[in-house]
């Protein structure tokens, strides 16, 4: 039961609360140390999987507690990027969004809710829906936003105490940086709606069958 794969889902769980809490905290080393721990929280999960194909790891435990692992984390993330861009919209601010809106973090969790009930209703009917190319790709640009984000509020938190306020490589990355984040969020929630479109098409025989 309790295997490498295992043990590194679990450690990502327990971390979660850690993830969630570091951007509340003032000053840009904290959210740095966010930005470290999501990545390695990321890595983690795509090592765990690789762990448990490559050495016949697969278990019913890790089933269960991988896709658990995976929405904790987003919502640990999401959550407090979208608050703190609201409550400090002055000084996080994101090119052309602004702040994170509410919509497309309700659209980004509330797919992922979706999707594991979709995935549900299919195992009950004998059909196995695996992860395919275009759900893959969201969950890559939705981490990328989320480590831009973070690393965002970092930078943004840095300039003063760097005294970063006229170098003028900190005002091009200032531009850039915000406009990677803005693009890739956008990125992200066009992919979530059509990975999920893509899902119920391709899955679409089963609709046919509960009505039959």
């Known amino acids: 039961m309790w295997t490498l794969p295992n043990t590194l889902t679990v450690a990502r769980i327990a971390i979660t609360p850690v993830i969630a809490a570091l951007p509340f905290i003032d000053g840009y080393w904290p959210k740095v140390a966010c930005f470290v721990v999501f990545i390695a929280a990321a890595a983690s999960d795509v090592l ?63 797919r992922e809710v979706a999707m594991t009930a979709f995935r549900a209703w299919a195992s009950r009917r004998g059909v196995v829906i695996a992860a395919q190319g275009p759900g893959k790709l969201k ?52 992919l979530t709606v059509y990975s999920f479109v893509i899902y119920l098409y391709r899955y679409r025989g089963l609709f046919s069958q509960a009505r039959g």
């Open 48 to 110: 765990d999987g690789k762990l448990a194909r490559r050495h016949n790891l697969v278990s019913d435990l890790g089933k269960t507690l991988d896709p658990l692992a995976d929405k904790l984390l987003l919502v640990a993330t999401l959550v407090p990027i979208w608050y703190i861009s609201q409550q400090r919209q002055e000084h996080y601010g994101i090119p052309v969004w602004g702040s994170i809106p509410l919509w497309v973090v309700l659209l980004l969790i509330g």
């Open 139 to 190: 969950t890559v640009f939705q981490s990328i936003f989320i480590g831009g984000a973070i690393a965002w509020f970092a930078f943004r938190d840095a300039i003063r105490p760097m005294g970063w306020e006229r170098d003028t490589a900190a005002r091009w990355w200032n531009q850039f940086h915000g406009r990677f984040v803005a693009l890739s969020l956008a990125i992200a929630a066009v």
